[in-house]
């Protein structure tokens, strides 16, 4: 069983950076493919990133291309969404996933674990 805790979240500007955190444990955390995704008020979770195992690959709904970065450090066990030029459309509870098998990135019901989230306001 894996727990994921996401931190990182928080109030800031348009314009401004945020950088989010998930750290996993209870397994092999370098064996997972890890995404981020996102579910503001009234509207459905959606994929924002994924990257795999090795870093090796990343994807990156268009919505944040360009300005969201995601990367990891297995030796920590964790996972990083670096959000730049941040817009208020940009404001929803992010989410940590892990997945043992990376075949649809994009799709929530393919992920096996989640964390909590952690909620990130964009003000404009």
Do not use: H
Request: with cysteine; proline share 2%.
């Amino acid at each position: 069983q894996v727990q994921l805790v996401e931190s990182g979240g928080g109030l800031v500007q348009a314009g401004g950076s945020l950088r989010l955190s998930c750290v996993g444990s209870g397994g092999t955390f370098s064996r997972y493919y890890m995404g981020w995704f996102r579910q503001a008020p009234g509207k459905e979770r959606e994929f924002v990133a994924a990257i795999s195992w090795s870093a090796g690959n990343t994807y990156y709904a268009d919505s944040v291309k360009g300005r969201f970065t995601i990367s990891r450090d297995n030796a920590k066990n964790t996972v990083y969404l670096q959000m730049n030029s941040l817009k208020p459309e940009d404001t929803a509870v992010y989410f940590c996933a892990a997945d043992r098998v990376f075949i649809t990135p994009r799709v929530a019901g393919s992920y096996d674990y989640w964390g909590q989230g952690t909620q990130v306001t964009v003000s404009s």
